[in-house]
């Protein structure tokens, strides 16, 4: 999205002191909120920046690909020192309420310039850390509920990797998803495992990195946001999203798409919790077998020429189960060296109880039976076994 | 970014402690050839200018600015002269002003309970308003790295007596340390057993995680890269030393430089200690660059191939700085902390495959916590550090158990401490140990619920969670 006067959905013109629309302008400082005078006027993306630590943040702001035509708003980027020690219990506790009032002011500055035309809020962040899961998922997402209460509010998650990455990953995330089904409308649960797959067997990308499997959320992200991902069911917000076709930027030019080719894999992906069209167990033919996916309704994005076409194929997405809506990509066209068809199907699926059932599972055991392992790091920082975990019945332990 | 405090204590920690400052400037040199005083460098340096008598700190600001000076954020601390004497005109001792000096004149003698008792109390106050002072000087005060032998008197007395000032000074910044444990074979130091047990006791109590080294350990790599010390007799200290520093600048690498998956210190603590009894972290880097290019793989072998080589070698009973084989006992959990270009498929690769080779305890099959930090050390390429915490270590404390008992049911050398201590300190000490060994072997030993199936438990959760789902569909 180099061009933010084409989306206005996600980008606002603003007076911004020391904002500036060229690459070749002064970096901005390391730390703090100290500015260069001379206020220009720019576009700013919606959005706050938040940390507990400077590193990331930082970096992001000194970020100058050549061609960009908007910049972050030097108001909206909040930071710490201290991180949070992959700690959810710190993140909560100890950075909440803080950061919250130091945020607070940016969040009603974007909610005005959004005017009457203000919707809601998407809060990004994984499950691992401390920082996304406590501090944004958990305490901030709640004050936005209780200062918004009328407001949509959707979490785009990132599930960590099953394997080797955050030991208390599982306990942070079921912390957070228990207060998630409290405060959220629509939880987008996107898989690092599912990302890393679709970069290396589809995307042939030899060594992912964060930045590749980045890039495919950014992309998902600017499709799927401008429609209504709520799911029908009070109590169990939790959706996630499957897409094609996935081609190298390279091969896009030598391939020629048609929509069942795209959307009969997408509905099989669908189905069987697939996150490639590679290696799909096709013998999984429909609602009854035991092996498939329970949906409760389901939103199908289309987005290219001959949606006509589009919307006959996207009907089959029916057997999925629950209601299916099939809509158009409004924001967004292909770009060149995009494939000229693409579709995306969002919303509950049981496929979401296994990873859900394993992270559940894995912290429930490590609870019962026998001492509370981990326990004295989070009461480290104000939460005790029972009141940060007893929220958390409802998945299992 | 938060900084860091270094407290080096004794003979030893002030020998490592050098090492790792020299270490530290050309890690930051290499990386900051501009010489600007940046968050990254404010971790462990202060920026000082100097006008005449005239000092100030000048702050990190928007991290343009020059470095004028730079001070140590740290302590050195001796109860005998020479040591620190002896770095005298060095650029070392530039980086330390009299006010983050403390020695006196005539040593511990080995005896734990003098540098424990006797100078913990004569310099209490004193050493209580050096650390305050240090503190003061940061904003962030996250850290705070200790650095002594467990073997002699000073480091090991003095040093967890520092220990306890720090934990009541500054109670909520973690408190790491670096220990050297006395070999089994040829320890230059009769009492060192006693000092070991006395002092683990104290650590037990006010460290936040403990990283154990053996300089038999240190000295067999160092053989094996074929570094030895010019005397035949002594320890090659210099390049053991070396390793231990380069131990703590990785540790503190990802705190220090950006990277995709950063680590920062207190990760370490959160992940890598699920009770507070078991913090004993075993380490283990590869390469190990012991002198130039020593030990690293050529450039012109493929990255991916170094890399999974450099997995491979952490991993080997040899690597490891104390000398134990993890393989053969329980991992409670394991930090990978990688540097240089490495990617996060890097890390699946290697971790799905090392995985296979190793035991987990039964409730963190999954016990891995990893980072990526894009900066190299000063010598290599890339480089990795694993810290674990793996109930072998039970049977390196068991060994220092049996040889304090050795002296213990003797009687040997006893007076020399109870001139200074109780009798009961021993005891204390000795049940400290053993409870500690005992946790180990516990975990160790625990085979985990054999009535729930690991597929009983998902099936069960899944059952609850299609509930929801399918319930939810009702409403529709
Ligand atoms: N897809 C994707 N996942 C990421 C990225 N960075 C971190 N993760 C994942 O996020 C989890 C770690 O959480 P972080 O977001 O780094 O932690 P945090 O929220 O900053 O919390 P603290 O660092 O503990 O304060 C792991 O599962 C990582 O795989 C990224 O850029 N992209
Ligand atoms: N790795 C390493 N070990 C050392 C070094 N210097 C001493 N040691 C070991 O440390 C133990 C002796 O402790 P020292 O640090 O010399 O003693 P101290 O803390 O100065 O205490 P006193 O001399 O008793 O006042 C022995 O086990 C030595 O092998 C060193 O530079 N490097
Ligand atoms: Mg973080
Ligand atoms: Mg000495």
Redesign the interface.
Known sequence: MNDPSKHPTFFTKVPVKGAATSADDPVP???GN?LPPQPTAAYVPRCVLLDT????VS?ILRERPPGRKWRYHPKCVHWR???A???WA?GYHRHGATMMATIEKSVQFQVDQCGAAFGGFVVLHSLAG?TGSGLAGSYITEQLRATYPAATIINQVIWP????????QNYNLVLTLAKLTQTSNAVLVLFNDHL?RIC?SRLAI??????D?NRIVAHLLARLLPHNLV??????PLITAYYGPQIPAAAVPFTTLTWSGVLNPLMQMARTHTPTDEGLPWDVRDAADPRAC?W??ATVVLCGRGRGDAADGARAFRGL???VRVVGAREVESAAGEPDKWAAVVG???A???P???G??KT???HV???A??R??YARFGAARTDAFAGSDW??C | ??QSLVIQVGQCGNQIGSRFWEQALAEHSQTNRKAIY??SMATFFQNIERRGKRRAAVP????TGQIKGLEARGLMIDMEEGVINAMDGSPLRELFTPDQILTATSGSGNNWAVGHHHYGVQYGDHLRDMIRKQAEAC??L?SVFLIHSLGGGTGSGLGTRIAAFLADELPDVYRFATVVAPSPQHDDVVTSPYNAVLALRHLAEHADAVVPVENQALMDICAHAGVTDPKADTKPFGAMNQIVAQLMLNMTASMRF?????V?I??I????????ALKYLLASMSPVAVRPAAGAPAASVRV?RRVDQMFTEAFQPEAQLIKCNPRTSVYV?CA?MARGAL??????RN??RI?KQLQFVW??Q?????GLCHVPPATTTESLLTLSNNTCIAQSFAGIKTRFMKLYTRKANMHHYTEYMEKAEFTDALASLNSVIAEYRQVERDPG?QDVEDDD??A???A???G??????N??
């Open positions: 400082p390391k730390t100290a630590e400077a590193k990331v970096s020192s201290a991180g020690a992959n700690n710190y401390g990797f099953a394997q080797g990455e955050v030991i208390v890393h290396q030899a060594s992912p990195s964060f930045a499997l799911p029908p069911a009070a109590g169990f329970v409760n309704g189960g629950g209601k509950p699926t049981s979401l109880a296994a859900l059932a394993r559940a599972c429930a055991r490590a039976p026998g001492p392992r981990f004295h790091q998945c299992c | 970014m938060p940046d968050e990190v600001g928007d991290g904003d962030a996250q950006p990277g995709s998956l950063n920062d207190n990760e603590t959160m992940n890598l200690v699920p009770f507070p991916d959990a990978a990617q996060v498929s890097d890390l699946r971790i799905d995985q409730w963190n999954e016990g891995w916590k990893t619920p438990w998902e069960w959760a899944r609850q969670v299609r929801r789902v399918g319930s939810g569909m409403g529709v």
